[in-house]
């Protein structure tokens, strides 16, 4: 995989907190992006669309298409006269416009008089290997879709596709079946980014094998990193998929509770991806640190054999290095101080015996079989 010749960075907006503030207080981020609406009202036999920024272009087609349901689109939230005015055209609670606009919520699924509110989080590979994790969130109500997103990027190209095809139950189901394939969208997405990962895994314990080095260490983790956050949006978006289909809303059918369960099983499907993986990524970090134990084992194996080697022989030279002297200061011979220091050829047989002596070590360590495990 192309993506993951590089680092991989991990694309996180900083969370703004404000310390008591009061609920539903609707606080746009410094760096969030302007909104674009895109606005698609459909039915069984038509499809209108329209574009804009403003709440002009939601009012207008809901009342030209109103006998449609309608998708409503909205990419970036940097403007909040605009998510107070479409609170206010729905009748829809402070306290939902405030998780709208506040981009760190984990997965959920709230249900209130007349209207639904879920949230997920969008994870994928960009053009610049940055792992993104931003948030969806979707209000459903009557005969409206709305949904939010962080990012420019067309993420719902499926849904739209399925649309302008016409097939199949998109246009006739409801709100709340287009509510579930903007989630089953989501899920599907897990995957993509599960198999690359997957790739990647492989790769990394190739090379492992094949050509170790500390970069393989760096690698798994960083992969372990970008499961735990996976990790940490599937299991919370389990228990929304599970509370869609025990809810008691006329917005969720009978007919898309089906479909739902099929997305819990998709769910739970990339939650024992991301677990198995997680194991493989700290068994090769493991394997990692247990063959650079290995090696330095070995390596400490060749210093102390010849360590041992070069004793015995360092004490025989170190014996024959004392210079105590042969006689007295009258001339008297002294026969205990080392002899062999005036013997012919003394030099030769030393050299000779400290040879020998080295080679009976080798010998010994090579019947003991410790040179065939370096």
């Known amino acids: ?21 009061q609920p539903g207080t609707i606080d746009i981020p410094e760096d969030a992006l302007p909104p674009k609406i895109v606005i698609y009202s459909f039915n069984q036999n038509d499809l209108q669309t329209s574009e804009g920024t403003d709440m002009k ?7 030209v298409c109103n006998d449609h349901t309608h998708w409503i689109k909205i990419n970036g939230l940097g403007d909040a006269q605009l998510i107070e005015d ?20 984990r997965p959920k699924f709230d249900e209130y008089d007349n209207y639904v509110f879920g949230t997920s989080r969008i994870i994928f590979f960009n053009k610049n290997n940055e792992l993104v994790n931003c948030q969806f969130s979707g209000i459903v109500k009557d005969n409206i879709v709305i949904s939010f997103e962080e990012s420019h990027t067309d993420y719902f190209e499926s849904v739209k596709a399925r649309l302008k095809a016409g097939k199949g139950l998109i246009r006739t189901a409801g709100p709340g079946y287009i509510f579930y394939a903007l989630t089953d969208t989501i899920l599907d997405n897990y995957f993509v980014v599960l198999s690359q990962i997957g790739d990647r895994i492989d790769a990394t314990e190739d090379k492992l094998y ?21 990790r940490r949006s599937c299991w919370p978006e389990r228990d929304k998929i599970n509370d869609m289909i025990r809810s008691e809303s006329d917005l969720i059918t009978k007919d898309v509770k089906i479909y739902l369960r099929d997305a819990y099983d998709h769910c739970i499907q990339a939650m024992d991806m991301v677990e198995s993986y997680k194991e493989v990524t700290s068994s090769i970090i493991d394997l990692y640190l247990s063959m650079v134990s290995n090696r330095m084992n070995e390596i400490m194996k060749v210093l102390t054999i010849i360590s041992v080697i070069f004793i015995p022989l360092t004490f025989v030279a170190g014996v024959y290095g004392m210079n105590f002297s042969r006689t007295d200061d009258h001339g008297h011979l002294l026969p ?22 080295g080679l009976i070590q080798v ?7 410790w040179f065939n495990k370096l």
Do not use: C
């Not at 995989?1 to 503030?21: D, E, L």
């Not at 272009?57 to 009342?63: R, W």
């Not at 005036?342 to 400290?354: D, P």
């Not at 010998?363 to 079989?369: A, V």
């Open 210 to 230: 094949l050509r170790p080095d500390k970069s393989i260490m760096f690698e798994a983790q960083q992969l372990k990193r970008t499961l735990i956050i996976i």
């Open 363 to 369: 010998f010994i360590f090579w019947k003991k079989g």
């Open 336 to 357: 205990d101080n080392m002899p062999e220091l005036y013997t012919r050829h003394g030099y030769v047989y030393a050299i000779g015996g400290m040879i020998l002596l």
């Open 57 to 63: 272009t939601i009012t207008e087609q809901i009342k």
């Open 1 to 21: 995989m192309g993506t993951f010749n590089t680092r991989v960075h991990f694309k996180n907006r900083k969370s703004k907190i404000n310390v008591g503030a």
């Open 86 to 105: 479409i609170g206010t055209f729905l009748g829809i609670n402070h306290l939902v416009l405030e998780d709208v606009v506040n981009t760190h919520q």
